[in-house]
């Protein structure tokens, strides 16, 4: 068990809808990671924060949105859903972000889209 | 822009014989270089790092890397191979310098270790 948690486990949804992926990092780390990992395009990266604040960004599209919270928390937003969309998406957190640092993965949100 | 390769997709091994899945990389400047493993319905798992120092990197479950700097690579080893490390490896990159650049994953390789 990394101490990373998401949830939902599951999401299956339908096209054109928006949904909401939450995601607790270890305690005391300060940034947190949002990864997308499909058959066809492997494991990319989305996004980054570090205590609250935007620190990189990845092959995000703009129907995608993050942000984390005063208590670390993150969300990852996904709207105007398409079939295309349907991944796993993990969040993985370290302690300050640095380079050097290794991430700690979450188990994922498998998002059907159907 | 970094890049990983990982040039396997899959790798065969019997149980007891040594493993090596292979990584090379680009990148501008001074690498971080990872290895993560990831089982099956499971997020990715922490394996070793290079930073600086020793090229010889020792691991988690007895695992170690070599890090080669002129051929850029970093090779992920195991002189007994189990059947437990039957998982899916993936090799991963981060420039030193710029806090900007983030990780890069390979595609991954796929470790079968047969009994």
């Known amino acids: 068990d990394s101490g990373v948690t998401q949830t939902p486990k599951h999401l299956i949804t339908a096209t054109g809808q928006r949904v909401t992926l939450r995601c607790s990092p270890r305690s005391g780390d300060l940034s947190v990671y949002w990864y997308q990992q499909s058959l066809d395009q492997g494991l990319q990266f989305l996004i980054q924060?570090?205590?609250?604040?935007?620190?990189a960004k990845g092959n995000i599209l703009e129907r995608f949105s993050a942000q984390q919270f005063p208590d670390l928390h993150s969300e990852l937003n996904l709207s105007s859903l398409e079939l295309g969309d349907s991944a796993l998406y993990f969040c993985a957190s370290s302690g300050s972000g640095a380079p050097g640092n290794e991430q700690f993965f979450g188990p994922g949100t498998r998002l059907t889209v159907l | 822009a970094q890049s990983v390769a990982q040039p396997e997709d899959q790798v065969n091994v019997a149980e007891g014989n040594p493993l090596t899945v292979k990584c090379t990389y680009s990148?501008?400047?001074?690498?971080?270089l990872f290895w993560y493993v990831q089982y099956p319905n499971r997020g990715l798992q922490f394996l070793l790092k290079y930073i600086t120092g020793d090229n010889l990197v020792k691991g988690s479950y007895g695992f170690e890397a070599e890090f080669n700097k002129s051929q850029t690579s970093f090779h992920l080893k195991k002189p007994s191979a189990l059947v437990s490390d039957s998982a899916l490896y993936f090799c991963a990159v981060r420039p030193f310098e710029n806090y900007g650049q983030n990780f890069v994953f390979g595609p991954g390789t796929r470790l079968s270790v047969l009994p």
């Open positions: 924060y570090y205590n609250g604040e935007e620190r």
């Open positions: 990148v501008s400047g001074n690498p971080y």
